[in-house]
């Protein structure tokens, strides 16, 4: 959480920082602020929104070609404009922002106040920045050894950008944990926590690696660990496209989001996919296919919404390949000495491939010797970094908090892997593969024709925007669907919702329904149809308000819910990508008309970085 931001060039500094600051608005928006260089070092800082600080400072000098700024996700202490980054050492030598957490920080705050230092803030980043002070006056050193000594002291994540008061021709940038990216211009370069605030200025960048320090000054780039060996950057090119990361006419970052469905499964399936339709070739798994084919047994590890597809991956894997498999909360896996054999494979997922949780999960399995696969969305990111192979989603940059094109893409992407390895272990027959092949490129069109339907969820969503409860309702590949819906609906609408597998309603959730529990049921047709038919009347006999999700012409359950949706029909195991689409456009609505913001719902951020 945290975005990061920084320029060094020619250039005014204050427009480059603050638009890059509200593209990276969606890692959190507690507080943001800015640090400029024009011969002294101004700060600018103010709780809120990127807006806020833009309004503060309208009447502020914002001159200079130097500068730092941040948008917070609060950590230590509440947002208010003291903890505000950027955050200034005690003798005003250095200023300094931060993404991650500094585990050992109150250690150091204590040792730091044993030697006269006086805290302004409640913030782990301001012990560094009086840290590196401290060792700077202290050692007489020059900034850069400053930062990379203070920083060999310090247990935990960051991404940092440090300017220093009596070095003022550079921005010290650092990584460990936390994402830093620095693009390389004519004379200037940018920094940023992803490369969204980068891609307009230039498509040079270098990701930078755990325990790089970089020095920079408008005409050089120094890398080095922190431990002073130095380093070859390594430049790659952005694939990114400015228009992936704006609204393009949408009223949210949400809504345009999920009308690319269609669009983003299918570059998921770009280049996998034979031309003919009749085979799937996964790249990024291909060294590693027949170790992942023969394994005993799979965990898929994730938190949130890619938990939930990781849940969809498991029916897929089962179902399909018949390898066992187990789902795993990261958080929980990583902190409850699990089994782990080294002839498991264990898939990570994860849309940001920064979420810390995973990354200790995944670097817990590494130890175990597992093999260890990320399904990732973005380019250059952790976790594909940290695992030993993996497969890209492509859905493009997804900015709204709520996850949704994540969620397809990540399905798409396990959906391929198990049918290929259904097919290569033999438990698909040619022809089930190819015509799973087939239906998986049907789900793009009939995504576009349940995106017709858009004003029906709309006006179903005016009618139950009051609501205080939602159960959702699922079974088999669907049960996933329905934590989903329940999810999307809670983060974004603030309203209370729960996800259950249908069958479980009768032990306890029966009870909570009445005349006014909107319960959502999704009910396409699969083998335990009937048995969710008679899920729908048990609701009905205690007057629950039933929103079905159905397949198309279906009549039985017409008669019985209060509100269908249809939608079309698909392979039983590819139904959770089209039924979610339904349930992402009813939170969406609903949040609208309670007047939420949905892009950035409260108290939460798009990468979760903390732990
Ligand atoms: O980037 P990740 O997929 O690892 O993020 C995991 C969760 O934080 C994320 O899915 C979260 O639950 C979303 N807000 C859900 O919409």
Redo the contacts with the bound molecule.
Sequence with gaps: MCGIVGYIGPKNAYPIIINGLKRLEYRGYDSAGIALIDKEISVFKKKGKVSDLEEFVSDKNTAGTIGIGHTRWATHGEPNDVNAHPHVSMKGEFVVIHNGIIENYSRLKKRLEDRGYVFQSETDTEVLANLIEYIYSFSNVSAEIAVRLALSKVIGAYGILVICRHEQDKIIAARKGSPLVIGIGEGEYFFASDATPIVEHTKSVIYLNDNDVAIVTKDELSLKTIHNVQVNPKVQKLSLDIGEIEKGGYDHFMLKEIFEQPKSILDTFRGRVALDRKSIHLGGLHDVFDRITHAKRIIII?????WHAGLVGEYLFEDLARIPVEVEYASEFRYRNPVIFPDDVIIS????G??AD?LAAIKLAKEAGALVLGVCNVVGSSIPRETHAGVYTHAGPEIG???TK?FTAQVTVLAMMATSMGFKRGVLSQEDYEKLIEELYNIPPKIEEILSFNEEFKRIAELYKDATNFLYLGRGYLFPVALEGA??LK?ISYIHAEGYPAAEMKHGPIALIDQHMPVVVIATKDKSYEKIVSNIQEVKARKGIVIAIVNKGDTIIRDLADHVLEIPESHEALAPLLTVVPLQLLSYYIAVFRGCNVDQPRN?AK??TVE
Aim: charged letters at 15%.
């Design positions: 994730g938190c949130g919404t890619s997922i994860s849309q940001s920064e979420t995973t908090v709520a996850s994540a999810l999307k983060e939460l990468s979760v």
